[in-house]
């Protein structure tokens, strides 16, 4: 069986479409950001998109290293670095609107990239000269170096992202302070880029805190004594980026390594999380827009009682929802990103809601895309599939709806901006 | 924890840092205008010139670290200052032109050697005498005005003046063969000269400052007309990055140096015996030939 579905770049719910004049917006990107946009476009369409079904059906620790190098020629590890480090400097909203572009591909390859963004955010957002001074700039170099962050462990899952569960906690990885170093010890679960990062901002509880009452970050590189990489999660998507288990047993951090002190972590984890919420909605925009651009070509395409599928109501109907979806979806994440690039304290609200209707609207509409196709639409080789498997991914990483809904609320009801 | 053992690490982390960073893609990536020489060897050497305004921010970056990580490996460059001021690269100088002359692995995207050359911070051409021209940086360092010291011809502006400077190697490579680091001896003075040879307006002068057992010595090999001054107390103040270079507690005295560039066929012959050592299957040879051939005279002048 051969797919007849071809790529087609102008579709109503194109990004490009609805800056143009044609389509006035409220909102306009700054030119750096849709020039940025192209340049991701374009390297999604003839770089990762020809790699997709392989990686897909790879085995579970294969990594790409080769479209992690071209994606860094493109800078996308160096998006939200500064200039002065030799990175490109586009903030929230631009690392946003390329990840989107890359979802709209392939969303696990987008997440490598992803991950490695949100690891920095530890680093830059620490204000320590010293510690940006030793990380930063070897993303500028034509060598790939990926990082990425890790919170989650096998117990304390939500309950280290819901600020009041912190006291609740348990078996939360230690910290303990020993001379000039800390030592830590505990075990990171779901670690994307764990199995390939050359550092990780890693959180952990300060020995003699209860729960994760004490939780402090701390910039680990991962080549030292008494950290080891586990086993890679076999995932049911997100299959060319790596999860993986990191153990740390009585690693010694020099206390130079430390983001923002000791016991500061939560403010500084509210602050990434709501950034990394921005950057999911986006992907999950992006992976609800692949999905539907190939059930438009197909509905403009297929033709049963004489006409396209498209001139048929109930799929017409299908589609209209699905644009007017993707959409909003992409209103949502733009609006969230303006906020979290301008507004201080760290806004919770936006980011939050943003992803929440991002996370469900790329599974609902990638479930249609899917029905829309028919037995195509269950066969890997017309993508739709890999774009269902993967909208569930973004349900869980970087808050679920249950951890979201407590956020949208707490805002809701004046506990937090 | 003691804050000396805080920066010995920040020092040894910065180093490490830029072993480890490739500009594997420079050649590609500069603008090609800026290009003043570029070669490329069978074995993966490749020498470029290129001009400072060609090179794009982040491999700018990249070479203004290699020169601190370089510097601070020698002990030449303040760890405090870098530490205190949480440098990851030198910083750039301000400098209305300058020449970055790198001899790198193609493959690893590695700087082995480096050297420099900036030219006059003035906005118009001016007379070396001018007491209003901008100074040289090595003039700084010492508190002098070369010219007040070195005649030269007539007629020669500051546009036609430049300084040498950061004269590196890699020093994590330093203990490759001996045939090996003087074959890349040659291959930057190769690229150096020809660069020279394709400035506009032509350069005249080169100045700098340099040990006279090191820098100065180097030089000689390939220019003669060399007039070293004597007699100078060359300092930075202690929160100059640069501070621990002229402060000599193990090493020679640096001194301030004018040379004389050749010009026309006296330098095009000077990178052929360059090309010539380099083809010589035993560059020793070929070098000690270029050496021999090279006329000119070191002059002294004590102030």
């Known amino acids: ?417 | 924890m003691t804050v000396a053992e805080r920066r010995r690490r920040y020092v040894s982390d910065v180093i490490a840092l830029h072993d480890r960073i490739s500009l594997r893609g420079f050649a590609s990536q500069v603008s090609s205008d800026s290009v003043l020489y570029r070669a490329r060897r069978p074995d993966g050497l490749l020498v470029m010139a290129v001009r400072n305004d060609g090179i794009p921010d982040r491999y700018l970056l990249g070479i203004h670290g290699f020169r601190l990580a370089e510097y601070l490996r020698l002990r030449f460059a303040s760890d405090e200052v870098a530490f205190d001021r949480a440098l990851f690269a030198e910083p750039a100088g301000g400098h209305a032109d300058e020449i970055h002359v790198l001899a790198l692995d193609e493959e690893s995207g590695t700087i082995l050697r480096y050297v420099s050359l900036v030219g006059s911070a003035d906005p118009v051409p001016m007379a070396p005498r001018d007491p209003d021209r901008a100074p040289f940086p090595s003039e700084v360092v010492h508190g002098i005005n070369l010219f007040d010291h070195v005649d030269v011809d007539p007629g020669i502006d500051t546009s036609q003046i430049w300084e040498i400077k950061r004269l590196v190697h890699r020093g994590s490579r330093a203990g490759s063969d001996l045939v090996g680091r003087l074959r890349l001896t040659l291959e930057l003075m190769l690229g150096f000269y020809t660069a020279l040879s394709r400035v506009e307006p032509p350069v005249r002068i080169i100045v700098g400052d340099g040990e006279e057992r090191v820098s100065i010595a180097r030089l000689l090999r390939s220019l003669r007309d060399i007039t070293v001054i004597e007699g100078t107390t060359p300092s930075l103040p202690k929160d100059d990055l640069m501070y621990p270079r002229y402060a000599y507690a193990s090493r020679d005295v640096v001194k301030a140096f004018v040379v004389k560039v050749p010009q026309g066929e006296e330098l095009r012959q000077l990178s052929e015996h360059l090309r010539r050592a380099l083809a010589n299957p035993n560059p020793l040879v070929g070098f000690k030939e270029l050496v021999s051939q090279v006329g000119g005279q070191l002059r002294r002048v004590h102030i």
């Not at chain 1, 590189?221 to 999860?243: E, N």
């Not at chain 1, 009585?250 to 919420?277: H, I, K, Y």
């Not at chain 1, 297929?302 to 007017?324: C, D, I, N």
């Not at chain 1, 269902?388 to 901006?417: N, Q, W």
């Open chain 1, 1 to 417: 069986m051969t797919s007849t579905i071809t790529p087609n770049p102008a579709t109503l719910s194109d990004f490009g479409a609805l800056t143009a004049a044609a389509m006035p917006s409220f909102f306009s990107l700054p030119p750096e950001v849709e020039a940025l946009r192209d340049e991701v476009r374009e390297f999604a369409r003839t770089v990762v998109k020809p790699r997709v079904l392989d990686n897909d059906l790879a085995a579970a620790d294969d990594f790409d290293w080769e479209i992690v190098r071209k994606g860094h020629e493109l800078g996308l590890l160096r998006l939200t670095i500064p200039t002065e480090f030799g990175g490109r400097g586009v903030g929230a909203v631009g690392a946003a609107v390329a990840l989107e572009e890359l979802a709209a591909v392939c969303a696990s390859t987008a997440l490598i990239f992803g991950a490695t963004i949100l690891g920095q955010t530890g680093v830059l957002a620490s204000g320590d000269p010293n510690l940006q001074a030793r990380f930063i700039p070897q993303f500028l170099g034509d060598e790939p170096v990926l990082a990425c962050n890790a919170v989650t462990e096998e117990v304390a899952g939500c309950d280290l992202l819901i600020p009041e569960n912190s006291a609740h906690a348990t078996d939360v990885m230690t910290a303990r302070r020993d001379g000039d170093h800390y030592v830590l010890n505990g075990v990171k679960r779901f670690i994307t880029n764990g199995k390939v990062a050359a550092w990780s901002c890693v959180f952990a509880n300060l020995d003699g805190h209860q729960g994760a009452d004490g939780l402090t970050a701390f910039i680990v590189p991962l080549d030292i004594a008494g950290v080891s990489r586990g086993a890679v999660a076999d995932k049911m998507g997100y299959r060319a980026c790596l999860g993986t288990t990191l153990t740390f047993d009585d690693a010694r951090v020099p206390a130079e390594n430390l983001v923002l002190g000791e016991g500061n972590a939560w403010g500084f984890l509210t602050m990434q999380s709501n950034l990394a919420r921005v950057s999911v909605a986006a992907i999950s925009t992006g992976v609800a827009r692949g999905a539907f651009e190939i059930a438009k070509q197909w509905c403009g395409e297929r033709v049963q009682g004489g006409v396209p599928l498209y001139r048929h109501q109930f799929s017409a109907r299908k589609l209209a929802e699905m644009t007017a979806k993707i959409d909003a979806s992409r209103l949502l994440y733009l609006q969230a990103g303006y906020q979290a690039e301008n507004m201080l304290p760290a806004p919770t609200y936006g980011p939050a809601v943003a992803k929440l209707f991002a996370d469900r609207i790329a599974i609902e509409v990638a479930d249609e895309a899917m029905s829309m196709l028919g037995a195509r639409g269950y066969c890997r080789e017309y993508g739709v599939e890999k774009f269902v498997r993967e909208s569930f991914g973004a349900r869980i990483y970087e808050g679920t709806p249950e951890v979201l809904a407590l956020a949208v609320t707490d805002a809701l009801y004046g506990h937090r901006p």
